[in-house]
């Protein structure tokens, strides 16, 4: 939060979020995304200096070893000697602690940034400039709750400063004053369905079964009481999920998950077996009768073979016959040995007076032979001789 509503007049004085496109000729680098925060000539809508910036409320519980970390940056640098920029910390409400400040060399006006190291007013350490750089300073003590704020007081035009991506780090110790549990949040009933894949496993993480666990502070683990599932598990399978927060505090939900196997068993056999019927006309069918073999995922499958008897009602007599004849063959010999073959595979006798055979010589025109013949029986071939030239021959109805 801010001390005083944010403004900006889209030229010298502003304090508010931007990314310097609604500041005339102002621009920064190196920008952790593309906000930041900036400020110049604080006071010229009426506002008393300093004006503040707060973060508060940082729940520190359990952490030790804390750093505070921000991007600075000044696009203009021109500070007068009376100009500062401060931030400093409280941990509980307790006083005010020095964290970082800036100020000018102590030399007059209009002179460059530079951070105050003694925090005694006058910069003495690293200069700013218009790309940002990251400065940290240690947070002395431990406790439940820390408030940052910044002090900003620049009066004029020219005096300006950018800050930028804002961080705390530490190291988690455990403990705290955090007594409230977190709030584990688990997907409803059977809306999770797990498949098992082909060698009959599957598995899941925590984070299939949360929705949504909640802490006041920060949630250190999610656990599951399963995570690997096999053909065993098949069906419906209760799961527990706990969250444990950053100060070792748990809750815990339940939830049912589903799992499934829908890979179908593979079955091969030979394709085509002949049984012979034994004195009583049968034959009894088993898998070793056509070489069948099957196997699964999940190992244990069941077999059934239909029929498992046949009989002499399954004897099979059907055949496989042609639509119509065919020329089947041509020979081209010397002198008078020369033919055509045609061949009946219709399966009935066909009337030859129906067809006439068609034969061509030497490029030159279509001869047609008229009635080629009397009736070939089912599945009979006929012959047809020529002696003269190279003839192509066509047959048709």
Not at 7 to 23: A, I, K, L, M, Q
Not at 113 to 133: K, M, P, R, V
Not at 215 to 240: H, K, P, R, Y
Not at 303 to 309: A, D, G, L, N, V
Request: aromatic share 10%.
């Amino acid at each position: 939060s801010t001390s005083v509503p944010e403004f900006n007049d889209g030229s010298s004085d502003f304090f508010s979020r931007t990314d310097g496109s609604d500041f005339d000729s102002y621009a920064v680098t190196g920008a952790d995304g593309d906000f930041y925060f900036a400020g110049q000539d604080l006071d010229s809508e009426g506002a008393d200096l300093p004006i503040t910036l707060n973060i508060e409320n940082i729940n520190i519980a359990g952490y030790t070893a804390m750093e505070f970390k921000v991007l600075l940056a000044s696009y203009l640098n021109g500070w007068d000697n009376s100009d500062y920029v401060r931030f400093y910390y409280k941990i509980d409400g307790g006083e005010p602690q020095n964290l970082l400040w800036l100020a000018n060399a102590g030399t007059g006006s209009n002179t460059p940034a530079y951070i105050d190291l003694n925090f005694d007013g006058i910069g003495d350490c690293t200069e700013l400039n218009s790309a940002f750089q990251e400065f940290t300073a240690p947070i002395e003590g431990e406790g439940s709750f820390l408030e940052i704020y910044a002090e900003f007081s620049l009066d004029s035009g020219g005096e300006d400063i950018v800050l930028d991506n804002i961080q705390l780090d530490g190291i988690f110790q455990g403990g705290g004053n955090d007594d409230e549990d977190p709030v584990a949040s688990c997907v409803e009933s059977n809306t999770l369905v797990v498949e098992l894949d082909e060698n009959g496993e599957a598995q899941i993480e925590a984070a299939d079964i949360n929705d949504g666990s909640s802490d006041n502070v920060g949630i250190q683990s999610l656990e599951i009481n399963q995570t690997e599932f096999t053909c065993a598990d098949l069906g419906e399978v209760e799961i527990t999920l706990t969250v444990t927060d950053l100060s070792d505090n748990t809750d815990q939900c339940t939830t049912t998950i589903e799992v499934v196997d829908l890979i179908v068993p593979e079955v091969s056999a030979d394709g085509l077996v002949e049984v012979s019927l034994d004195e009583n006309g049968e034959a009894a069918i088993t898998e070793a009768t056509f070489n069948g073999s099957a196997t699964d995922n999940c190992g244990s499958i069941t077999t059934e073979i239909s029929p498992s008897t046949l009989t002499c009602a399954d004897i099979t007599t059907e055949t496989n016959f042609a639509n119509d004849l065919i020329i089947s063959e041509y020979l081209e010999g010397s002198e008078n040995n020369k033919y055509i073959e045609i061949f009946n595979g219709t399966g009935e006798a066909k009337d030859l007076n129906d067809y006439s055979l068609k034969f061509y010589f030497n490029e030159l025109q279509w001869q047609r032979r008229s009635g080629i013949g009397k009736r070939p029986h089912r599945r009979d071939t006929r012959h047809f001789r020529r002696n003269r030239g190279r003839p192509r021959f066509a047959m048709e109805r």
